[in-house]
């Protein structure tokens, strides 16, 4: 009977010891899922830069390799929402919004100077405050030159970098460019009065839907969000003072390709064939003094996320895959 009694303790006691730590693995289980979520969340993050307060997301564990996404007009790093969740699984990603764009601060034109060297100053401070040692960056539209600014003013960050639809050479501007660079030519208030038009809901849509195939892929809160943003009190006038300012992109091209040509930073190309400002042209130029980039071409317009965010990712992670860190 004592020994019964014994064997039945025994049996009780084994039985609450596994029991006991099939919970503490499954609790362990729990942290470590929600440890695992917490890192591919993206987290709405505000920082002051040089007087501004700049808005940006972040996602991914930041002890993995950076990737820096840089947005263009007329978005901001909304652009990259459906991006992000893909690429933060195995990278930590940070996409901030330019000033004057998205939820950073948009200071009227007087009281900040509105130029791409000055965009470029405040990503500097950006990356700067958050100590980003080494990153790749992703560059599109207006995010080209200021990222290519970044890149040759920290060539030993750069560990490689993505152009989508992000244009550095002549070859790559279109027709769509004739009225903007007769303001250059002549800065006249009659020609900056022309461009108005620029800012509108009708041209806001015209970007995201032009050499797409199927229209239903662009989700609205895309141009409606933009256009909002764009709406903004003096707004318009930040606006036609970088496209002004745009002409200085250009004249640094060559600095560009110098940098390109010197420091041969690992690129992938991924390019909407039907964008009607920048043309495939632009995108084939970078083989010149990039030969082993890699380019591949979609059949979409100029925000090519909206109908290719699967294809695209899956470059990037590939790509990202052969980067140093």
């Not at 808005?55 to 909304?78: C, Q």
């Amino acid at each position: 009977m004592k020994k019964t009694i014994t064997q039945t303790i025994a049996s009780l006691s084994l039985t609450l010891f596994i029991s006991n730590s099939a919970m503490a693995q499954s609790q362990q289980n729990l942290i470590l899922k929600n440890q695992n979520m917490d890192n591919h969340s993206i987290h709405y993050q505000n920082i002051k830069v040089n007087g501004l307060n700049i808005f940006y997301r972040e996602s991914g564990d930041a002890t993995k390799p950076t990737l820096l996404l840089l947005h263009g007009y007329p978005t901001s790093s909304h652009m990259f929402r459906n991006l992000i969740p893909i690429l933060s699984k195995d990278y930590h990603i940070i996409a901030p919004d330019l000033p004057g764009f998205g939820f950073s601060d948009s200071p009227d034109h007087k009281e900040f100077n509105y130029t791409f060297e000055n965009l470029a100053t405040t990503m500097q401070a950006f990356i700067d405050q958050l100590k980003m040692k080494r990153f790749a960056i992703y560059v599109f539209d207006y995010g080209a030159p200021v990222g290519f600014r970044l890149a040759m003013n920290n060539p030993e960050k750069i560990t490689g970098i993505i152009s989508q639809n992000g244009n550095a050479y002549k070859e790559g501007l279109s027709n769509e460019w004739d009225p903007i660079q007769r303001y250059w030519n002549e800065s006249t208030p009659e020609n900056r009065i022309a461009l108005k038009d620029f800012v509108s809901k009708e041209a806001t849509w015209f970007q995201y839907h032009h050499g797409v195939s199927d229209p239903s892929l662009i989700a609205p809160e895309t141009y409606t969000l933009d256009q909002k943003f764009l709406d903004r009190e003096g707004n318009i006038e930040v606006q036609l003072d970088l496209v002004k300012d745009y002409r200085t992109n250009v004249a640094l091209y060559p600095k560009f390709h110098e940098y390109f040509k010197k420091y041969q930073p690992k690129t992938l190309l991924v390019w909407g064939n039907k964008d009607p400002y920048f043309l495939p042209q632009g995108a084939e130029a970078y083989k010149k003094d990039l030969p082993k980039a890699k380019l591949i071409f979609y059949n979409t317009g100029h925000f090519a996320l909206e109908t290719h965010v699967t294809e695209i990712a899956a470059e990037i992670l590939e790509f990202m895959a052969t980067l140093s860190k």
